[in-house]
C-alpha cells in the first residue's frame, strides 16, 4: 500500500505565496513520476505542473512563470511553491505518483485565494 499525505494549503491574499507538500510512505520502490493537478468548483481537473525522475518539468500556461514544482527522492516529496497568487488559482490541489505503473493520489488541500 501507498499513501500520499498533502499539506500546505491555506487562505492567502492575492498576491501572497503558498507551498504545498506531498509526501509518500509505504512500498515504494521506484517513482517516476510526480505532479500536481487542481479542480475548482464546476470545472474538471486539470494538469498544474509535472517532474519526471529526470527532473524534467512542465507547467500548464496559467502558472508558468508563478509555480515551481520540485522533488525530494529521499524523502518521496514533491512540493509545489505557488507565488503571486490570484484568486482563479482557488481549487483543491492534488498531488499525483506515477509508481510502477499504477498511480496514486492525495486526499486534496483546499487553496483559496481571496481578500
Not at 15 to 26: F, I, N, Q
Not at 72 to 92: C, F, G, I, R
Request: with cysteine; glycine share 12%.
Amino acid at each position: 500500500q501507498v499513501q500520499l499525505v498533502e499539506s500546505g494549503g491555506g487562505l492567502v491574499q492575492p498576491g501572497g505565496s503558498l507551498k504545498l507538500s506531498c509526501a509518500a510512505s509505504g512500498r515504494i520502490f521506484s517513482i517516476y513520476a510526480m505532479a500536481w493537478y487542481r479542480r475548482a468548483p464546476g470545472n474538471e481537473r486539470e494538469l498544474v505542473a509535472h517532474i519526471t525522475s529526470g527532473d524534467s518539468t512542465t507547467y500548464a500556461d496559467s502558472v508558468k512563470g508563478r509555480f515551481t514544482i520540485s522533488r525530494d527522492n529521499a524523502k518521496n516529496t514533491v512540493y509545489l511553491q505557488m507565488n503571486s497568487l490570484k484568486p482563479e488559482d482557488t481549487a483543491v490541489y492534488y498531488c499525483n505518483f506515477v509508481i510502477g505503473t499504477l498511480g496514486y493520489w492525495g486526499q486534496g488541500t483546499q487553496v483559496t485565494v481571496s481578500s
